[in-house]
């Protein structure tokens, strides 16, 4: 005799229990990308660390290598690997006077009182690109600083130079450069090389590692340090390297990014913490500075926020974040 059958609703899957309704306030949710979780302490944080976050660095500084021997002597890359470019004469000077004005930067402001007592507790940490002419450039700028003022070095292989394919033909190499700038300078990628969106995978990879050690304090010795905590983060880099690292902070678009001209031999760029704590470059170079290396009316409008706002804000006016991403369109033709 066969089994009775199961009622039909034993063949079901249960009905979804619907929670009681509550007096509690719906919760918020807030988008975050980038340096907009910077400072923020993460969900998993312990409650002591959520109470007392540690203190940010009160400036990222990116620096791009004094003048090189292939600077002046494209030759140089024929015969010596480019990882192994060293510096010029120049190029040590380049290296020399930029630490110089880092140190002169960070002591005017270290206390808060345009002095550089021996009891102010500014210190700058170095990131630093493992080619030759970028260690270099440490080594110059670093002869501006007493060994005290130096939190720590770090060797970091994602700000390394874009890489053109090891040994490189000259000829071939102005044929490649020409065709990169009829493709397009972000996606054009060299022969056994990289293209400038590989750059900016590495650099986001690198940007974590950042923002990790910021978020934990590495830079800083138990207890943290009253007030602002002036820690100085320094980046000696390339050229292109740099601006792909500025692009992925700021969320540039690719356009921005192609519009973008390089550091001058030695320069560096000032991230600074503004009103709110985020990082913005207005808070040290003027408006006309930024508009020489190529800043669009736009990005300019969103660095002035970015003077005033608070980690966890997002500017809803900038191309990339809002509703002004659409207003470069033309509405398409009625039939």
Known sequence: ?????????????????????????????RCRCCEDTLGVPRRRASHQQADNPPPRPRRIVLVRHGESE???????????????IG??????????????????????????????????????????????????????VGRAFEPHRIAGVREEPRLREQDFGNFQDRER?????EA????????????????????????????ETLRADIDLGRFFQEPHPPGRGDMNVVLVSHGLTLRVFLMRWYRWTVRQF?????????????????HGGRYSLPVHHTADELRELGFTHEMLQDQM????????DLN?????????????FTPPPTS
């Open 70 to 84: 292939g600077n002046v002597d494209e030759a140089a890359y024929t015969r010596v690997p480019d990882p192994r």
């Open 1 to 29: 005799m066969m089994p009775a059958a199961a009622p039909p609703s034993s063949s079901k899957c249960p009905p979804a229990v619907v929670p009681a309704t509550t007096s509690a306030r719906p919760r918020r949710l």
């Open 180 to 207: 990169r700038r009829r493709y397009g300078r972000f996606f054009y990628r060299f022969p056994s090389g990289e293209s400038a969106a590989d750059v900016y995978d590495r650099i986001s990879g690198f940007r």
């Open 173 to 177: 190499m102005r044929a490649e450069k």
């Open 305 to 312: 926020w970015q003077k005033r706002a608070k980690p966890g």
């Open 258 to 274: 192609e519009g973008l001209g390089n550091l001058a031999h030695g320069g560096a760029l000032v991230m600074q913490t503004g």
């Open 316 to 328: 809803c006016s900038f191309v990339t974040s809002g509703e002004s991403f659409f207003d470069p």
């Open 87 to 140: 510096l010029t004469a120049k190029g040590w000077r380049d290296a020399e006077a930029c630490g110089r004005r880092l140190r002169d930067l960070f002591s005017s402001s270290g206390s808060g009182s345009g002095s550089d007592d021996d009891d102010d507790d500014w210190k700058v940490y170095f990131y630093v690109s493992p080619y030759r002419r970028t260690l270099e450039t440490l080594r110059g």
